[in-house]
């Protein structure tokens, strides 16, 4: 018999700033990536890299809350904050990442017929760790 792997869905997931829970979260998004430099020769018969400095970025939309203040509120433009965040929740063993993010920008959209969103984008300062609850 084949082992079956864990998987969870979104409605798990939560956002916090620190210890702080951000209100209203819908989704989130988190992007790592690194950093490579060619160091093919020119008898080589094919490319090859060496791995330089990781990056990560992410972004965070909500239903607009603005009496959310160590959450939503917590995360102004230019504001540096430990950011975790939770795909499979907060409980005892659940895996999550963690990092010091600058928040480098932050939107509202309102429309007639919806419920008013905020998006928030961060940069990663130093990468993020992968850990558990």
């Known amino acids: 018999r084949s082992k079956r792997m864990a998987t969870h869905v979104g409605t798990s997931g939560v956002v916090k700033v620190g210890a702080n829970t951000v209100a209203e979260v819908v989704g989130f998004n988190l992007d790592e990536t690194n950093d490579t430099v060619e160091d093919t020769t020119l008898t080589d018969t094919a490319k090859s890299y060496l791995v330089l400095?990781?990056?990560a970025t992410g972004t965070i939309e909500c239903h607009w809350d603005e009496t959310d203040t160590t959450g939503q509120e917590a995360l102004d433009v230019g504001s540096s904050v430990t950011l975790?965040?939770?795909p499979e929740g907060a409980d005892s063993g659940d895996a999550y990442y963690t990092?010091?993010?600058i928040v480098t920008g932050a939107s509202v959209a309102v429309t007639m017929d919806g419920v008013i969103s905020r998006t928030f984008n961060v940069q990663f300062s130093g990468g993020v760790s992968h850990t558990t609850v």
């Open 99 to 101: 990092g010091t993010a």
């Open 84 to 86: 975790n965040l939770y």
């Open 53 to 55: 400095r990781k990056d």
